[in-house]
């Protein structure tokens, strides 16, 4: 089976996304129809594949590592280990939760390996170094100091809980989804989020930065 993941930088064209009718009769189709496509030979199938989530990858990656060329270099690495693991695709969960649980993990050895303890959020980080948007120079220096301090408090939580709270808070998944990829139950999926979200909250209110007791 040819290999889709050649380029490995989004300055390039990092996969192929096709063109013409054959594109668009993919594009059409749902994971099950593509993955059974991909498990067959069909790279096209898997390019697909590779398009409808790269995105979600690289950003579950960049929230782990808080690089973009050590984002990018995981996410390919995830596209490589979905495309070989292929035939161990059950269907028990979505295609896209079984591939950002494979992001999950390959991001964890990722940090062992080089030891890294903490990691920062893509939002916090432009909220702090761009003004936002449509408000006035008081109000956007306010968004700027909050975007500062909730990517100060976001780095001060252990790693466990920070997963959570990505998946949930920047991910949008169900607590289902969050169990599955972190390989818990959503009993542990809850109580590691509520525990987050304690934390951070005692964190800004130390930091000064919203109200509490």
Known sequence: M??????????????????GVRARDLALQD????????????????????????????GLAYHFLRGREEAWDVSQEVFI?????LSRFRGDAAFKTWLLRITANQCKDYLKKRRVNTVAFDDAREAADAPSAGLNPAEAAGANELGAAIEKALEALPVKHRTVFV???????SYEEMAKVIGCSMGTVMSRLHHARKKLRSHLIQMGVVEGQ
């Open 81 to 85: 280990k979905a495309h070989r693991a």
């Open 31 to 58: 994971d099950g129809v593509l993955v059974e496509q991909a498990r067959k030979g069909d790279a096209r199938a898997f390019e697909e594949l590779v398009r409808r989530y790269r995105n979600e990858v690289f």
């Open 167 to 173: 998946l949930r808070e920047y991910e949008g998944m």
């Open 2 to 19: 040819s290999n889709p993941l050649r380029q490995p930088r989004p300055s390039q064209a990092w996969m192929s996304e096709g063109g």
